[in-house]
């Protein structure tokens, strides 16, 4: 093994660059910004320029560094290609040849920039110890990614962790963004829970600080739930019974040692968890019933460390 190696996150806006030590450790992070302008034609030559001047900068040689591992907003195939990469401009494109030709041969592997960040959280974050995980990211949306034996399963079309469009609502009159009705991410991203929370307030209730708050946001609920006001613990509870039994049954299919739980909503921290895990436990299949929930701990920097990950398998 190589003493070096760097992880790519690529991001709509920038792409967050890390040096590696292949044992895990982060030597140096920084970001450059993504050039997304007539098609992304400049993003992976930016990325190669900015890995060169490290290189030359630290003394690296292309001998000591073990790979590039890149992570990708959208979906991507075995060998590294995506189809499409809207939030880059990106059409057919096979990134480990066109990345390794620009790095004088330097072994890329590329992948689902969730997926990635479920392998870093296995590696050396919340699943850190573990084989098989599953990473939900409650953000603006739901993300997903599962590892299985320290594989990332990705399927047939690269679709594999898309956990935030499980159908968990069939009655559901609003569509998703993503076309269908009734997914997972409608209810327990942060965007879903201020709709939890909107639906709640204009329904006959007890006096609650969420009806002077100045935003109606995620943090708000969780923080007034924990102050054990009525209304947020209504709307907690129905949060945590939708994601709880939505993860009951990706349990059924993956069954991972742990789920780990990141993202902007994460942050609300180990009641969060307590509420999932209770609702989980009582629809789960007996035998998953005792699945462990953790916290992500690496924040922005998982999808780096699970690039790094990539190459090292």
Known sequence: MKKYGFGVDI??????IGLFETTGNLAEKWEIPTDIKEGGKNILSDIADSLHN?????????????GIGIGLPGPVQPDGSVSVCVNLGWKEKNIPREMGELMDGIQVKAGNDANVAALGEMWQG????CRSIVMVTLGTGVGGGIIV?????????????EIGHITVNPHESIPCNCGRRGCLEQYCSATGIVRLAKEALGQEHETSVLDTAEEVSAKAVFDAYKDKDKLAEQIVDKFARILGRGLSNIACVADPEVFVIGGGVSKAGEV???AVRKYFREAAFPSCAETRFELASLGNDAGMYGCVKLILD
């Open 272 to 274: 969060l968890i307590q």
């Open 54 to 66: 490290k290189m030359a900068e630290r003394g690296i040689g292309k001998e000591e560094v073990e």
């Open 126 to 129: 919340g699943g850190k110890g």
């Open 149 to 161: 034996d320290e594989k990332i399963v990705a399927g047939t079309h690269g679709a594999g962790g």
């Open 11 to 16: 991001g709509g806006t920038t792409c967050k």
